[in-house]
């Protein structure tokens, strides 16, 4: 099981668009990733609707998890996602 | 063919276009769980999330910009793994399928409520793709506005202000409603985009999709499939309409030269830059309470100078009737205490604050404010307050005004006492300005915020018109102005009703004064008499705006 803890750089936070091309991107890849706040249950990356659910605000650190094949590639992939501020115009 | 129908009229205009309806949300059958073969359940499930998903993918591709990126948000949840994952897991927990696919989204819908704030406000999305689903599964059309992909008239049993949030006035060009009064949503809601809209036709029910009907706003008559010649008759003189409306130009003027101030009402200061640009004589209603509402702590007199002036300084050399903070009832603060009041409609609020010491001082820190404000700027600055009952508290609140330099101190006439007494209350202060909204909910009974009371709430009521008419009266015998603010003076044959009884001045939603000076401008000050004389003689709402609409 590898992990990266990022800090969300949206001011937003993984709300709207933020959130939105996330969970896209985390469909289009090959390993099941799972997102979490700190001390809480992981869900699937590829749910909008659990990320959602997550309440993650800008500044916020997450956990992203994966394993087996296409893990760690996954994770530098959505680890860089979360890093972009999707605010910015 | 269907024959012509009738409803009540409410927003004036005529159009001429195919229906397109408003589905209803389907009502969910029983649950008729457990279903026999969950497995071939889901899947049944997945296809009409699919079905919904895609139809939000095409609609994503037609529009542009946010509402694009909105509506791609929105399709990829129907596709979300863990709605499926839900549905699944009601399933096996023994619903039938639409009761499965109910229970999932109540799932998320009471997670993100229970976040709050924005993710909250994406619960009520989460209830139309649940609407959605369901009516795809049931075999029914997608319940919400109609795209036929060409310019309709949307008819609909009623609309919700949810449905009316996304109405593209590109693509509807008139409202039907079976159900709604005069003061519905609907009817506001057409009125400030000025469509043409009818209201209160039971018939409507029968209008199918792709029938070409000719609606007229004004009369409340439909025709479906009515002759070409007629539909010509009718858009020539409704293009003569709009050419007299873009031509209205100057101050209020009866056909007969006699003068009428239209003014606008102002509540924030967003609105600031629109309503200045309306061609019109002033603001006849600013409301305050913008600056007091949704704070701690209560404004400083040097912020409110800076907001008093800045719509001073926007409407320069024109009048503004400033009134004093109208808190309490349903516009609560938080840095007073209003007490426990079992009815705040009767309560503590306007002007009965001031009773108080908190709201004294708060009283004495706005006149001081917009004193100051006024002394800054050129324009012709008046004030009144809100909830006056007697003829005390009018002569009381203008001495309050006058001492801190304010020369034109008014009181509005909303309390059934005031309008009374007129007379009286005008012996000590300036000026009246009748809140017909807050003076028909008192006159008869009827509480503002209750839907199933709309008609006693209609502005055409004539035990409201009543007594605008005692106190237009006292205004001409004491010869001082006695004007209107509120929902009535923007209709634009209820304004000639006014003018008949007496006001000397119409204050309205600035997308309402040019649709008022045009039709004044077509009626004599006699035509509007023999109007008001008309609607007095009714019994009730409909039956006043009937006659007068007849004259």
């Known amino acids: 099981m590898s992990e990266r803890r990022v800090v969300i750089a949206s001011t937003v936070g993984l709300h709207a668009r933020p959130a939105k091309l996330f969970a896209k991107l985390a469909g289009d890849l090959p390993a099941k990733v799972t997102i979490a706040k700190e001390g809480q249950e992981p869900v699937d990356a590829r749910s909008l609707l659990m990320i959602l659910t997550l309440d993650a605000k800008g500044g916020d650190e997450v956990v992203l998890a994966a394993e087996g094949e296409g893990a760690e590639e996954s994770l530098d992939a959505l680890a860089a996602e979360l890093q972009t501020d999707r605010d910015a115009p | 063919m269907t024959a012509e129908m009738t409803g009540i009229g409410v927003s004036p205009g005529a159009a001429y276009a195919p229906v397109a309806r408003l589905a209803p949300v389907p009502a969910p059958p029983a649950d008729t769980g457990p279903e026999p073969d969950p497995a071939a359940a889901l899947a049944r499930a997945k296809t009409a999330l699919e079905a919904v998903a895609a139809d939000l993918d095409d609609r994503a591709e037609a529009a542009s910009g946010t509402t694009a990126d909105i509506l791609d948000a929105q399709s990829m949840m129907p596709r979300d793994p863990a709605l499926a994952d839900q549905i699944e897991k009601a399933l096996a927990g023994g619903r039938s399928t639409p009761h499965a696919v109910i229970e999932a989204y109540g799932f998320f819908?009471?997670?993100?409520?229970?976040?709050?704030?924005?993710?909250?406000?994406?619960?009520?999305?989460?209830?139309?793709?649940?609407?959605?689903?369901?009516?795809?599964?049931?075999?029914?059309?997608?319940?919400?506005?109609?795209?036929?992909?060409?310019?309709?008239?949307?008819?609909?049993?009623?609309?919700?202000?949810?449905?009316?949030?996304?109405?593209?006035?590109?693509?509807?060009?008139?409202?039907?409603?079976?159900?709604?009064?005069?003061?519905?949503?609907?009817?506001?809601?057409?009125?400030?985009?000025?469509?043409?809209?009818?209201?209160?036709?039971?018939?409507?029910?029968?209008?199918?999709?792709?029938?070409?009907?000719?609606?007229?706003?004004?009369?409340?008559?439909?025709?479906?499939?009515?002759?070409?010649?007629?539909?010509?008759?009718?858009?020539?003189?409704?293009?003569?309409?709009?050419?007299?409306?873009?031509?209205?130009?100057?101050?209020?003027?009866?056909?007969?030269?006699?003068?009428?101030?239209?003014?606008?009402?102002?509540?924030?200061?967003?609105?600031?830059?629109?309503?200045?640009?309306?061609?019109?004589?002033?603001?006849?209603?600013?409301?305050?309470?913008?600056?007091?509402?949704?704070?701690?702590?209560?404004?400083?007199?040097?912020?409110?100078?800076?907001?008093?002036?800045?719509?001073?300084?926007?409407?320069?050399?024109?009048?503004?009737?400033?009134?004093?903070?109208?808190?309490?009832?349903?516009?609560?603060?938080?840095?007073?205490?209003?007490?426990?009041?079992?009815?705040?409609?009767?309560?503590?609020?306007?002007?009965?604050?001031?009773?108080?010491?908190?709201?004294?001082?708060?009283?004495?820190?706005?006149?001081?404010?917009?004193?100051?404000?006024?002394?800054?700027?050129?324009?012709?600055?008046?004030?009144?307050?809100?909830?006056?009952?007697?003829?005390?508290?009018?002569?009381?609140?203008?001495?309050?005004?006058?001492?801190?330099?304010?020369?034109?101190?008014?009181?509005?006439?909303?309390?059934?006492?005031?309008?009374?007494?007129?007379?009286?209350?005008?012996?000590?202060?300036?000026?009246?300005?009748?809140?017909?909204?807050?003076?028909?909910?008192?006159?008869?009974?009827?509480?503002?915020?209750?839907?199933?009371?709309?008609?006693?709430?209609?502005?055409?009521?004539p035990a409201l018109l009543d007594l605008v008419s005692l106190a237009a009266e006292a205004g001409r015998e004491a010869e001082k102005p006695v004007g209107v603010c509120g929902e009535a003076a923007s209709d634009p044959l209820l304004a000639c009703v006014l003018v008949g009884l007496g006001v000397t001045s119409l204050s309205m939603a600035p997308g309402a004064v040019a649709a008022v000076r045009a039709e004044l401008s077509t009626r004599t000050l006699a035509d509007c008499a023999g109007m008001a004389a008309r609607a007095l003689h009714s019994d009730d709402a409909a039956e006043a705006r009937r006659a007068v609409a007849a004259y």
């Not at chain 2, 701690?296 to 009048?319: I, L, M």
């Open chain 2, 109 to 461: 819908r009471s997670a993100l409520e229970a976040a709050g704030g924005y993710l909250a406000e994406r619960a009520a999305d989460l209830d139309d793709l649940r609407d959605r689903t369901i009516a795809v599964l049931l075999g029914r059309p997608m319940p919400g506005l109609p795209d036929p992909g060409h310019p309709f008239v949307l008819v609909a049993k009623d609309l919700a202000p949810a449905d009316t949030a996304a109405l593209d006035p590109a693509k509807v060009v008139a409202i039907v409603t079976e159900q709604g009064g005069p003061t519905s949503h609907t009817a506001i809601l057409a009125k400030s985009m000025g469509l043409p809209a009818v209201v209160a036709c039971p018939a409507a029910a029968a209008l199918a999709d792709g029938t070409e009907v000719l609606v007229d706003g004004g009369t409340g008559l439909i025709v479906p499939d009515p002759e070409p010649g007629r539909v010509r008759r009718v858009l020539d003189a409704e293009a003569r309409r709009n050419a007299a409306l873009e031509a209205s130009r100057g101050p209020g003027r009866t056909a007969d030269g006699y003068a009428v101030q239209l003014l606008v009402n102002l509540g924030s200061q967003a609105d600031l830059a629109a309503a200045a640009a309306v061609d019109s004589e002033g603001v006849g209603l600013f409301r305050t309470e913008f600056l007091f509402l949704d704070r701690e702590t209560a404004p400083t007199v040097d912020e409110q100078v800076e907001a008093y002036g800045q719509v001073f300084a926007a409407f320069s050399g024109r009048k503004v009737v400033v009134r004093t903070l109208d808190a309490g009832a349903d516009k609560p603060l938080a840095f007073v205490d209003h007490g426990d009041e079992p009815n705040p409609a009767l309560g503590v609020r306007g002007i009965r604050l001031a009773r108080t010491d908190a709201g004294s001082s708060l009283l004495d820190d706005q006149l001081t404010a917009i004193a100051a404000a006024a002394a800054k700027h050129s324009a012709e600055v008046w004030v009144m307050a809100p909830m006056v009952a007697t003829p005390g508290e009018a002569a009381a609140f203008a001495d309050r005004c006058r001492a801190r330099g304010l020369p034109t101190a008014g009181t509005m006439i909303e309390v059934p006492a005031a309008a009374l007494r007129a007379s009286r209350v005008l012996d000590g202060c300036d000026f009246a300005s009748l809140g017909t909204n807050d003076l028909g909910q008192y006159t008869l009974a009827a509480d503002r915020m209750n839907g199933a009371l709309a008609e006693l709430l209609d502005p055409w009521q």
